[in-house]
């Protein structure tokens, strides 16, 4: 449920719905760990990479996935093009987001690296025809960017409220795991009524932690 607990160094569509208290502290937080992860080298977010896709691919919940709703990860996030690559090439149905105006995020099949095209934002996005906003409820897992996660599960995203809306749609039985660095997730995030947790954290070093 919400409140129990987005790409890159863009900016997706919208800001925080909350005020306040709230909205300063997310934004201290996002700030300073917006901060350590530009000062990462390439080298660095790569590696984190290798071993993020490593990671996600010995779940048995991707193992025994059909259909896999992931990103193409933008900026300083750990990197997923291998992660993404590797699973569309063991026959999984992989999923990209499409982002909407207003910030809904729509979903489109991924077809190998020159299926994808500069998006709005500097987002790398999906060329196949758009399967609707509810395309990511026929996921077996669920896979998104957080700039830190707590181990309640409430995740810190860029403030779109992109994903918690994606999130909202994903049932109670699907996997949804969120890609961090190591150090990323944490004693306690700042979360509102609108931000949905996720089940699942995914560290280079720690590797899979669940959640709640």
Request: hydrophobic letters at 40%; glycine letters at 14%; charged letters at 20%.
């Amino acid at each position: 449920m919400p409140g129990s607990a987005n790409s890159g160094d863009v900016e997706l569509a919208g800001t925080d719905e909350q005020h306040g208290d709230l909205a300063a502290a997310k934004a201290s937080m996002r700030a300073e760990l917006l901060a350590a992860r530009r000062a990462m080298t390439a080298s660095q977010r790569a590696e984190a990479g290798r071993a993020l896709r490593d990671a996600l691919l010995g779940l048995p919940e991707t193992q025994m996935a059909g259909t896999v709703a992931a990103y193409i990860s933008v900026g300083s996030e750990p990197d997923t093009r291998g992660l993404v690559f590797a699973l569309w090439k063991r026959g999984t149905y992989v999923l990209l987001p499409l982002l909407r105006p207003g910030g809904d995020l729509d979903w489109a099949s991924y077809e190998g690296p020159e299926s994808l095209v500069p998006g709005p934002r500097g987002l790398l996005e999906p060329t196949e025809p758009p399967r609707g906003v509810t395309a990511v409820t026929s996921a077996d897992l669920v896979i998104v960017p957080a700039l830190a996660v707590d181990r309640g599960g409430g995740r810190l995203g860029r403030g779109g409220g992109s994903y918690d809306r994606a999130l909202a749609r994903v049932g109670p039985a699907i996997l949804t795991v969120a890609l961090l660095y190591d150090g990323e997730l944490v004693d306690h995030v700042p979360v509102g009524p609108h931000d949905w947790p996720v089940r699942a954290a995914a560290q280079p070093g720690a590797g899979i932690s669940r959640l709640r």
